[in-house]
């Protein structure tokens, strides 16, 4: 992903407009190409990174960390180190994201109903 300059118009109109509307807030936290897969993968309960990794083959690496972090400060997933040997990260939907679910599956539904 690439940084944004905080002082640019672009990104002014971006913060007024996700002020201003609840579907463009919305859609800034769970928009995008891979945010979407992310979340529809925890639906069913706690995956582990390299279980994410497999559920969705054409993410990198760098994307999945960097979406992970993105969802983990949007308050939307949480991320629990397992003290074990070998140690490994379990992630897992908050809340407020498991609200977001019938929403998804809304937007699950129509696109089966209109992509074929």
Not at 8 to 36: M, Y
Not at 47 to 60: C, E, F, G, N, Q
Request: with cysteine; hydrophobic share 35%; proline share 6%.
């Amino acid at each position: 992903m690439r940084d944004i300059k905080e002082t640019s118009t672009n990104n002014g109109n971006r913060k007024q407009i996700i002020i201003a509307c609840p579907v463009s807030f919305t859609l800034d936290k769970v928009g995008g190409r891979w945010k979407p897969l992310i979340l529809w993968n925890l639906r069913e309960g706690k995956r582990r990174y390299s279980d994410l990794r497999k559920a969705i083959p054409p993410i990198t690496e760098k994307m999945l960390i960097q979406h992970l972090k993105q969802l983990e400060s949007d308050q939307l997933v949480t991320r629990t180190v397992i003290e074990i040997m070998p140690p490994h990260v379990e992630y897992h939907l908050t809340e407020s994201a498991k609200e977001l679910l019938p929403a998804l599956d809304t937007l699950a539904q129509w696109g089966l109903r209109y992509s074929q």
